[in-house]
């Protein structure tokens, strides 16, 4: 069985979930400003310790800085998905509060396995990112 979307009216445990969505937006914009003393505090990636070669996440954290700075074209040179995923993350977030007091539908997935199709777009996708950062050697 694959996996179905519909919509939905949003219910009082929506509300929850979307002021900690927007809870978690305003306090990474509020952190925002000490993003790089904290991004010394990171740990280095253990794989590339070991290997040599950048893991599908290398470069996150300095996506993270450059996005910080308004720089999404490098940003998207450290790390694409990340880049992707930081950004809709953080619209997602910042939004989710006034859609859900706003009454706006919300998707529901159902079924229990997502596509062939949208399964190796995934992994065709973190695989490209791979050979991107093994490439550019980040």
Do not use: Y
Request: glycine residues 8%.
């Amino acid at each position: 069985m694959s996996l179905t979307l519909h919509w939905r009216p949003p219910v009082a445990e929506d509300r929850s979930l979307a002021l900690l969505g927007a809870l978690a937006a305003a306090g990474a914009t509020v952190l925002a400003p000490w993003a790089p003393v904290l991004a010394r505090l990171a740990p280095a990636c253990p794989f590339h310790a070991w290997t040599g070669l950048p893991c599908p996440g290398c470069g996150s954290t300095r996506a993270t800085l450059a996005l910080l700075e308004g720089d999404v074209a490098t940003a998207l040179l450290f790390n694409p998905l990340a880049t992707i995923g930081l950004a809709a993350g953080f619209v997602v977030a910042t939004l989710a509060l006034p859609w859900v007091l706003a009454r706006g539908p919300l998707p529901v997935l159902a079924g229990d396995a997502l596509p062939a199709r949208v399964r190796v777009a995934a992994w065709t996708a973190l695989g490209a990112q791979w050979v991107w950062l093994v490439v550019r050697g980040v």
